[in-house]
């Protein structure tokens, strides 16, 4: 019998340790190594490679480009965010919550992928049957699609080279294991291993692979931040499942821009995209209600308006409370402090709750004057204009900055009827929209709630 060797390995950066360390020397996070058990023929450093991959070496000029190298996938949502399409030899990472539809896109990306070529689909998680159910209420069909069952990753390899696939589909990483190791899959040198190998399969047989992964109760994805490095996209969705729409949000991406985000639907026969989110999100929104604006996010390059909410009520208790769904709760408590402090409002005894309608998250400061705006018009009970935009960012001294793409925000605006815009001062410098929204330039916080009561 083999003797077993035991290594602790930090979750974050994969760093070896004989014992456990509160804190790990390499990347500095705290309570991250887990345990792991190696034979002792073969310790972690020294697991053998399945693919043996090596490339030639060429002169920088020598190699040739070219911008037909992507496969469209035909899902404009999901072309957009990454690029333009599917690299070849890429390797993209999906993670999201279970049940929230990582499977269900990919189905979808292969039906339009088998144009191109063979794909070989490999699911750890359910059978063949399930996936062909799945795929029959979907309406795919392909003679190009092949499924396999499989969670040996040397079975895998050999399922590659018997069809040589242009795509390949890993559902999912933490279910694949590595059979030189010894530990559980899903465990941080698994998934560590496993990793490495796929991306050498990627490059050394020019296959596009797609990776499913999990994420923990945190969020993130499970396993070792390692992973996130390997790979040259990384996508998440970021809805709860219980949700109707999907946002699926690029977090890294070597071929495209990032901070981009593809908006979808869930129904009974599938992923639908969204083409015009803006127009769904603000489809339900109160006319005549104290406490709302709207407010235009860049997510990426794309402009998106969203309906701010906010309500005010007397507390209960000695403590207000201050929540929010879809903002940074830390930068609602410093909008509150300066409103309190630049306007003399009396918030310190009332309850704030800030909402964003659609359940997107907001990761830009440009939406800091609406969400005050919303507050003071939730305090005063006074209603803002239904056909009026606001944006801009919120100094502590109660200034206005300036933000990026205001002329991309006021014409997304104009489209869907919008008359009026409060904006940053700043940004009428040389700005190139040329529309008919009427401008209303603001350099404080004081300025802009008097204008937007007139």
């Known amino acids: 019998m083999k003797k077993q060797k035991i290594s602790f390995l930090c979750n974050q950066c994969g760093y070896e ?98 144009r191109f070529g063979k794909i070989l689909y490999v699911s750890g998680e359910e059978s063949l049957t399930q996936v062909k159910s799945r795929a029959q209420r ?59 190998e796929i991306l050498r399969i990627a490059k050394s047989k020019n296959i596009a692979v797609f990776l499913l992964g999990h994420v923990t109760k945190d969020g993130d994805l499970a396993g070792p931040r390692v992973l996130e490095h390997i790979v040259d996209t990384v996508l998440y969705f970021e809805n709860e499942k219980q949700q109707m729409y999907r946002i699926l949000r690029v ?40 406490g709302n604006t709207v407010t235009v996010s860049m997510e990426g390059t794309r402009p998106i308006l969203l309906e701010v909410q906010s309500l005010a009520t007397r507390t209960n208790f000695g403590f207000p409370r201050r929540s929010s769904s879809g903002y940074d709760i830390n930068r609602i408590n410093i909008l509150i402090a300066v409103l309190e402090k630049r306007l003399n409002l009396p918030l310190e005894m009332q309850d704030i709750f800030i909402n964003i309608a659609g359940g997107v998250k907001i990761k830009e400061t440009a939406a800091d004057l609406s969400i005050a705006c919303a507050i003071v018009s939730a305090n005063s009970e006074f209603i803002v204009s239904k056909d009026m935009i606001v944006f801009g960012e919120l100094g502590l001294s109660g200034e206005v900055r300036s933000v990026i793409f205001p002329s991309e925000r006021l014409t997304e605006a104009e489209k869907l009827g919008f008359k009026k815009a409060l904006i940053p001062k700043g940004n009428t410098r040389n700005l190139s929209y040329k529309g008919k929204i009427e401008i209303i330039p603001v350099q404080t916080i004081d300025e802009a709630v008097t204008k937007m009561r007139n």
Request: proline share 4%; hydrophobic share 40%.
């Open 17 to 114: 340790s004989v014992k456990w360390l509160g804190k790990c020397p390499s990347c500095g996070a705290w309570n991250s190594f887990v345990e792991e058990k190696f034979s002792s023929a073969k310790s972690s450093s020294a697991i053998g490679q399945l693919t043996n991959f090596s490339s030639e070496i060429m002169k920088l000029d020598d190699i040739s480009l070219s911008e037909s190298q992507r496969y469209s996938t035909g899902i404009k949502e999901f072309d957009n965010i990454i690029g333009g399409g599917v690299v070849p030899a890429s390797l993209i990472l999906l993670g999201g919550a279970p049940g929230i539809g990582k499977s269900t896109l990919m189905l979808h990306i292969s039906g339009k992928l088998s």
């Open 138 to 196: 979907l309406k795919i069909k392909s003679d190009n699609i092949f499924l396999a069952s499989e969670t040996n990753l040397q079975n895998i390899i050999n399922s590659i080279d018997k069809t040589k696939p242009k795509f390949l589909i890993i559902d999912s990483i933490q279910t694949t294991y590595h059979p030189e190791i010894s530990s559980a899959a899903g465990s941080v040198g698994q998934i560590r291993e496993t990793a490495a």
């Open 251 to 290: 977090h890294k991406n070597r071929f495209g821009p990032t901070n981009e985000i593809g908006i979808f639907e869930m129904s009974a026969s599938g992923l639908n995209e969204v083409s015009n989110p803006s127009l769904i999100f603000l489809g339900e929104r109160a006319i005549a209600s104290a």
